[in-house]
């Protein structure tokens, strides 16, 4: 039994780790976060597209009472740190092969109550003149919001340890120390530190380190390709999702693609796709000539076979938290709250199943 406040390690400054030292640090816990990376997301966070939505999500099935959740957690985000979110972008449109695909796509979250409207072209070539192929619908989620991820994290840490927490980069975690059945602290190269709960947020950096003490946590990653090409001038105005193109604009007007990808020789490489997805786009979209192919990044995502995340204390090891799984970005601002809540409050979230 600990009478002092528990010391708390958060291993991992991803968007998850970054998330979780947040809720605890605003709280006054005792919170250390390590990352072996140089600053917050260096890790996959830092590839992925950041489409906050449910309306990628399946009606029905038990992750998308998670998405919901998590999708409301953002507009708490809002109000509690509004500069998290100050440079989002609010709204996406959606299409599929044939119009008939697109509206059962509406009518699937229509009916689920979301807030998604069924647009025809006109209204969607007003909203994206820079269509080439103009859809004879498409959806509209108006709440969906695009970021960046590496940012929300960094903001994240930095309110963290504006509020009293620590936080050490460029350090990996070689080991989580264990004695009688409990964490002790974490291994670093140069030293220890101790602590009484240690929180895996490392993303796919979790398989070694729970390994190492003889634990599977199973999980696995699945990689996924993210392209960023620049682009002098605004193009598009929300997150486009056709039949052939997944694009977003930031705010440096940089323009983003998400790819599935599997590994498949140098002709279907990071470096070809892009090349051969820059021309895809040149045909959806009226982009001007200076558009070029900047980095094209394989992202590792962290993912649970049944496709829903990990969060909880696992029963092997007492002190041992686990927190990962996919889609972390929309899931993060939740998953912090959750865990935070569980580790200060000992309050378990009925949403999700506890890691075995
Ligand atoms: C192309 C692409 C598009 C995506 N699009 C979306 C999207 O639109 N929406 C969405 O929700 N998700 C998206 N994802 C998935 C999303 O990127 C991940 O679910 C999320 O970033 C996982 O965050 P994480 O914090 O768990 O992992 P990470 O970001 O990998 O963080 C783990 C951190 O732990 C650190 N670490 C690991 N081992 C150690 C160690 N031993 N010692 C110290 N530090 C360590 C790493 O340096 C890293 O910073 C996308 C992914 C890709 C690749």
């Not at 009518?107 to 969607?124: F, G, I, Q």
Request: aromatic share 4%; proline share 5%; hydrophobic share 45%.
């Amino acid at each position: 039994m600990i009478s002092r406040q528990p010391r708390i390690v958060v291993i991992g400054a991803g968007i998850i780790g970054s998330a979780i030292a947040y809720n605890l640090a605003i709280r006054g816990a005792d919170v250390l976060l390590v990352d072996e990376g140089h600053k917050p997301g260096s890790g996959v966070t830092g590839r992925a597209f950041g489409w906050i939505n449910v309306i990628n999500g399946t009606p029905g099935e038990t992750s998308y009472a998670l998405w919901r959740e998590a999708i409301a957690e953002y507009q708490r985000l809002k109000v509690a740190l509004p500069e998290a979110l100050s440079l989002a972008r609010a709204g996406s449109l959606l299409w599929r092969a044939t119009s008939q695909e697109t509206e059962q796509l509406a009518d699937l979250h229509l009916r689920a109550d979301e807030d998604v409207e069924l647009l025809k072209s006109d209204v969607v070539a007003e909203l994206e003149p820079c269509l080439r192929r103009v859809p004879e619908c498409a959806v509209f989620s108006r709440n969906d919001l695009a970021l960046d991820p590496a940012q929300l994290a960094g903001t994240f840490v930095t309110t963290a340890v504006a509020a009293g927490a620590s936080a050490r980069f460029d350090e990996k975690v070689a080991a989580i120390e264990t004695a009688s059945g409990r964490v002790t602290g974490i291994r670093f190269s140069g030293g220890t530190v101790e602590a009484d709960v240690v929180v895996m947020a490392s993303g796919s950096g979790i398989k070694g380190l729970a390994g190492g003490i003889g634990i599977d946590t199973g999980i696995a990653t699945s990689p996924a390709l993210l392209l960023r090409y620049a682009c002098s001038v605004p193009v598009i105005n929300h997150i486009l999702r056709g039949s052939r193109l997944e694009v977003r604009q930031a705010s440096d007007n940089t323009l983003i693609v998400a790819k599935s990808y599997v590994e498949d020789g140098a002709e279907n490489g990071p470096q070809m796709l892009g090349e051969r997805t820059l021309a895809v786009m040149r045909d959806e979209l009226d982009l001007p000539d200076d558009v070029m192919l900047t980095s094209a990044d394989i992202g590792n995502r962290p993912i649970f076979g049944d496709g829903l995340p990990r969060l909880g204390f696992l029963p092997q090891v007492g002190g041992l938290y686990v927190a990962a799984g996919h889609p972390g970005v929309i899931l993060a601002p939740l998953v912090g709250r959750l865990t935070a809540e569980e580790i200060l409050d000992g309050r378990r979230t009925e949403l999700l199943p506890s890691p075995k």
